[in-house]
């Protein structure tokens, strides 16, 4: 598959490595420029290209940068790229790093005000794990405790896709819902870095309450 990946931070980085292992065709972008990830490029085999470059020609293209940092993006990332492009989401909202974001305050999921600053539908994925365990924690489909992700998404053949490379990963990929669910796997939630089983994630994300958002997020 060919692939997008715009951040080349803890996450982003980390998934340039796994996905390149995993035999993808991966593109790494960053604000500061191709010439920025020569390094990363050189240890993965990845193709370092701009930003508006990234989801040229790309099957799936991986959102991870800052939130606060999203509507910088330019505004016609998606303009040319095709209906099938799956776009995933792994940001998670900090106030104290992103700056207040009035619709995420007043209670709309993260990744839905993602999915309107960039035009295009999204995927919530890899955004409740530590980009080493993201790394290092996988492990063959059906080893007792194998870690499981969520992922939560409106377009089902978009989230049979993640799932699918979240399972490649080493992770159990769990059906989280739509989009709009998916504020159950944002900051402080009880599936939030815990690093559980896909029964454990299941539970958790059940035990989510959208009332305690503001008290997990402060």
Known sequence: MKIGIIGAGNIGGTLTRRLTELGHEVAVANSRGPQTLAGLASETGATPVTVEEAPQGADLVVVTIPQGKVPELPDDLFGDVTGGLTVVDTGNYYPQRDGRIDEIEAGMPESRWVEQQLGHPVVKAFNNIFADHLGHGGRPSGTPGRIALPVAADDERGKKIVMGLVDALGFDPVDAGGLDESWRQQPGSPVYTTDKDAEGV????????????????A
């Open 202 to 217: 299941r539970e958790a994300l059940s035990q989510a309450s959208q009332e305690r958002t503001p008290e997990w997020r």
